[in-house]
Structures are given as structure tokens and as C-alpha cells.
């Protein structure tokens, strides 16, 4: 297959993969992990597209756009660097470890990713004329006008990532090859330092979630997945069993569901409360209605913009219950103009709020227009933090982290789809529960479910805690002259080393600095101890 014919095909997924992250959130081919094995389904290489995947997804495990933030784009990034890969016939990630020539091409990959988030931040500004366009339709009557400029912001976000992996891969493909022929034959030590660049930056991945976790309070937990593990990798290795870093993965992670159980169970106690809804209530809005609410929430960013964020989305999403509602077309209005102001949460724990939301409408139909939009402002700043934490940081942080190492290590050909029939599975099923349990039981929901919730976060970062501290020797795999991982010796000596690693990365977004101010660090470390001949590719394991 030719670049452009292969540029063309990646632009493609590439459109429709930025089209789902802002809409169903299914195929979550923004993700690196299958946004890079999908590629290269395509391009014919499955192999490929899953290593490099999983690596890229190591290294930007965290960097997901909270609120107005743009992290560099990873996604067109991944795109690149596998098509590039396949078309051009270049080894550049192995089983445990990524080549020089890799390493070389990631530089490429990652001047990719900065070029993707400056089209990703002037998608969010064109998106504000949508919602503008919205509202003026709205005063002239045509209501209809709300669906149509919504889903009219899925043309923009897909072209964002579209473009740039379009360009990167038909213009920038054909010289990497000569750039790594040039470096070989002039600049050895140049792909040596970029050998020792690659094998550190997962240490990044780790790290930013390390720093959404209580680790300054609860250390402890860390240090067990640590130790537990690298012992594991060394008492295994020593007698030979294959496959032994799963096996200490498994293990720990075992030991850390236990010890997280051990600390919730009975921590706190939730009550019922009456809820807004009452017994004697008849509801408006029949399952129809709701399951009608429930597939326009499929595309509810669609036309995410930097003014007003999500509202457009949010009117468009729950428009057919507004109009169960408002049988009066001037009230239907006034509701309508009222949900297109400001509002930004979390895309899954949304669905609560929407459910609540639909009930209250119905009990104060427009009367209180305060009580109304002060419902939704107090809900987005808590429902947010929480959504985030749990959906985003700790339930797809753990998926994505499993199926990338399983992936990375070709384990698990299929760990990818395993992790996304998983993810899929947990939030739609949230997604779908939520709103129908928020319009039922209105405001009792919100009021009771924040025990719950709390229970089951700090049961998760528990687990996280261990199993991060358990994935350093797994990942973060350093080898050098001494100490080879080639012994049981060199597995221990390259889990101590890691640590260092890890640690000046979690010390530098602790400190406040940027994921990829961080990243750029690392790589600058790694690049000087590898061309020193330091450290090398941390090759071996599973």
C-alpha cells in the first residue's frame, strides 16, 4: 500500500474515531491503546498497530481533557507513528520495549501530537458560533434548528485529528527511514540516547495517575504493590516460569482488591431520604421519551465549545423531555434558552443530573426558574469531580493500564478489545441506569449516593495505589552494562532503578508542572543516560 493511499484510510478512522470521542464514547479510538491496534487492522499489521499502541498509551496514561484543558494530542500522534511503521516496513516497537528506530520515530510522532492540540483548541472556538446560531434560531421559532446546529460540531472535531494524520503520514513518512540510515552511519550515539529515552517514558503514564491518588497519605499501599511485586518478577524468574510478569501482576492485584476491601467495608452508611418525586406523583415522561433522551446523550459534546462548554448538548439531549413537559411553545422556549446556559461535568455521571433534572422540571414547570438553574450549577462542580475521578482516572485508568501491558507485551492479542468491551459494558450500563434512576427518584438520588460513590472511590484508589506501585518494574524496565535483565539479579536491580525514575517524573506534576513539560524532561534524562551507554532498551519480561 502506498502513503497516500494509506494516509487517506488513517484520516478516515481518524475522523470517525474523534467523531465517537465526543459522542458515544464506544470504539474510544481517541485512546492510543486501540486508536494505534485499529490502525493497524486497517493498514493490514494488527501487531504493530497493537504494540505501538499500547507503548504511546504507557506514556500518556492521564492525559485526558478535563474541563477547558487541551493535553498534546496522542491520538493523531499514535496514528502517525503506527501507519508510518506499517507502510514504511520499520520495526520500531517489540514485545516489552520499543527500537532505536522507534525511538527515533516517536520525536516524529510527538511534534504530531503538538500540531494536533492547536487544531483541537481552535475546533472549541469555532464550536461557540454553534451555539449562538442555536439561540437565534430559538427566538425565531424554529426549534428544530437545536439538533441540527449540535450535530453540525462533528465535522470540526473530526477534521481536527483528521488533517494532521492525514499530512504527517503522506509528507512525513518517506524520510524517517533516511533520517535513521543518516544517525546510523554518522550519530550512533544519537539512537543509543533515543534507545534510553524510549524505555523511561512510561514512567510518565505512571505518574500523572499516581498524582490523582492519596499517595502522600496512604504510602503504604504503594510500597506493598512495589515490593510484592518486583519480589514476584525475581522468585519466578529464578525458576524459570514463563509468563512470570503477568503472574506477579495477577498476584498483586489480587492482594490489593483484598487489602482495599478490607479497608471500606462498613466505612460509611448511606440513608434513604424522601425524594422530590413523591408516591402519589404520576410522571410525565414514559420510557420512550427516556430512551429518546438517552440515544441524543450518545452525541452530547458534539458541540463542546470554549464559551458555554456542554449546553448545547445538554438542551439538544434532553429537548424530547422539555417538550413532554412544555406544552406551551413560549414555555417550551423559555426552558430551551435557559438550559443553553453554562454548563460543564463529566460525559457519564451527566446522566444523573439529566434524569434529576427532568424530574424537577416537571414538578416546578418554569415557576422557579432559580431553583432550576441553580440545580444545575450546584450539581456539575460535584457530580464533575466525582465522574472524573472514578469513570476517567480510576476505573479506565486501571482498564487501560492492565490491557496496555498485556498489550505491550503481546500477551494478549486481544487485550484491547477485552478493555473495550469492559469500559463500554461499566459506563454505558451507568449511563443508561443513571438517568432512568435520576428522573424516578428525582433529587433522593443525588442526596443519597454521595456515600456510596465515596465508598467505592476510596476503595479504588486503594486498589490504585497497589497496582501502580505493582505495574514500575513491570513497565519501567531498565537495563544496563552491570546488571542486564537477563538474570534474576538484573530483574531486581532494574525494579530498583525504576524508582528513581518514576519518582523524579511524579516530583515534577506534583510540582506543577505540565504532562508534557514533564515528558520532555524525562526524555532529555533518558536521551543523556542512554548515549552515555547507561542505560539501555529495557527489552525481556512477559
Not at 500500500?1 to 488513517?10: H, I, Q
Not at 491518588?213 to 524468574?237: E, N
Not at 495477577?250 to 418525586?277: N, P, Q
Not at 445538554?314 to 435557559?338: C, F, H, Q, S, V
Amino acid at each position: 500500500m502506498d502513503l497516500l493511499t494509506g494516509a487517506l484510510l488513517v484520516a478516515i478512522w481518524a475522523f470517525i474515531a474523534m467523531v465517537d470521542a465526543v459522542g458515544p464514547k464506544v470504539l474510544l479510538g481517541i485512546l492510543p491503546l486501540f486508536g494505534g491496534f485499529i490502525t493497524g487492522i486497517i493498514l493490514g499489521d494488527p501487531t504493530t498497530g497493537l504494540l505501538v499502541g499500547a507503548y504511546m498509551q504507557l506514556i500518556s496514561l492521564g492525559l485526558i481533557p478535563i474541563g477547558g484543558s487541551v493535553p498534546p494530542d496522542m491520538t493523531s500522534a499514535t496514528f502517525f507513528f503506527t501507519a508510518v511503521a506499517i507502510l514504511q516496513g520499520i520495526e520500531v516497537v517489540v514485545p516489552g520495549g520499543v527500537t532505536e528506530t522507534g525511538a527515533a520515530l516517536f520525536g516524529f510522532a510527538l511534534a504530531v501530537a503538538f500540531i494536533g492540540q492547536q487544531l483541537d483548541i481552535l475546533t472549541r472556538t469555532v464550536n461557540i458560533s454553534l451555539i449562538h446560531a442555536a439561540e437565534r434560531k430559538i427566538e425565531e421559532g424554529d426549534l428544530k434548528a437545536v439538533g441540527r446546529f449540535h450535530l453540525l460540531g462533528f465535522i470540526p472535531w473530526g477534521l481536527s485529528r483528521a488533517i494532521p494524520t492525514f499530512f504527517a503520514v503522506w509528507l512525513g513518512g518517506e524520510y524517517i527511514e533516511e533520517f535513521v540510515i543518516f544517525m546510523e552511519k554518522y550519530a550512533g550515539w544519537v539512537l543509543t540516547g533515543l534507545a534510553g529515552m524510549a524505555t523511561i517514558l512510561p514512567a510518565v503514564g505512571l505518574a500523572i495517575l499516581l498524582s490523582f491518588l492519596p499517595f502522600r497519605k496512604k504510602p503504604i499501599y504503594f510500597a506493598i504493590g512495589f515490593i510484592v511485586s518486583l519480589l514476584t518478577l525475581v522468585a519466578l524468574y529464578g525458576v524459570q516460569i514463563a509468563g512470570f510478569d503477568w503472574i506477579a501482576l495477577l498476584i498483586t492485584s489480587i492482594i490489593g482488591v483484598f487489602v482495599a476491601w478490607l479497608r471500606v467495608r462498613g466505612k460509611y452508611e448511606t440513608k434513604e431520604e424522601a425524594g422530590v418525586l413523591t408516591s402519589t406523583y404520576k410522571p410525565l415522561l414514559d420510557n420512550k421519551t427516556l430512551n429518546n433522551v438517552f440515544l441524543r446523550f450518545l452525541t452530547f459534546e458534539a458541540s463542546w465549545n470554549y464559551e458555554r462548554m456542554q449546553a448545547l448538548g445538554y438542551l439538544y439531549t434532553i429537548l424530547p423531555g422539555l417538550k413532554k413537559i412544555y406544552k406551551d411553545e413560549n414555555d417550551l422556549k423559555k426552558a430551551m434558552k435557559r438550559h443553553l446556559e453554562f454548563f460543564n461535568c463529566n460525559p457519564i455521571i451527566t446522566s444523573v443530573i439529566l434524569g434529576a433534572n427532568l424530574a424537577l422540571e416537571e414538578q416546578i414547570q418554569g415557576k422557579d426558574e432559580d431553583t432550576l438553574r441553580n440545580f444545575k450549577a450546584a450539581m456539575m462542580g460535584p457530580m464533575a469531580g466525582i465522574g472524573d475521578a472514578l469513570f476517567y482516572f480510576l476505573i479506565a485508568g486501571m482498564i487501560l493500564l492492565y490491557a496496555s501491558t498485556l498489550a505491550y507485551h503481546n500477551v494478549v492479542m486481544l487485550a484491547p478489545i477485552i478493555g473495550l468491551v469492559l469500559f463500554d459494558a461499566i459506563t454505558l450500563g451507568f449511563r443508561y441506569w443513571g438517568l432512568k434512576t435520576g428522573y424516578k427518584r428525582g433529587l433522593t438520588m443525588l442526596q443519597t449516593m454521595g456515600a456510596k460513590f465515596q465508598r467505592l472511590r476510596e476503595g479504588a484508589e486503594l486498589l490504585g495505589l497497589v497496582v501502580i506501585g505493582a505495574f514500575i518494574p513491570v513497565i519501567v524496565k531498565i537495563s544496563t552494562p552491570l546488571f542486564p535483565i537477563t538474570t534474576a539479579i538484573g530483574i531486581l536491580f532494574s525494579g530498583i532503578l525504576s524508582l528513581p525514575i518514576f519518582f523524579l517524573a511524579y516530583h515534577l506534576i506534583r510540582k506543577g508542572y505540565s504532562p508534557i513539560r514533564t515528558l520532555l524532561i524525562l526524555m532529555a534524562v533518558g536521551f543523556v543516560l542512554g548515549a552515555l551507554g547507561l542505560i539501555g532498551l529495557g527489552l525481556g519480561g512477559i
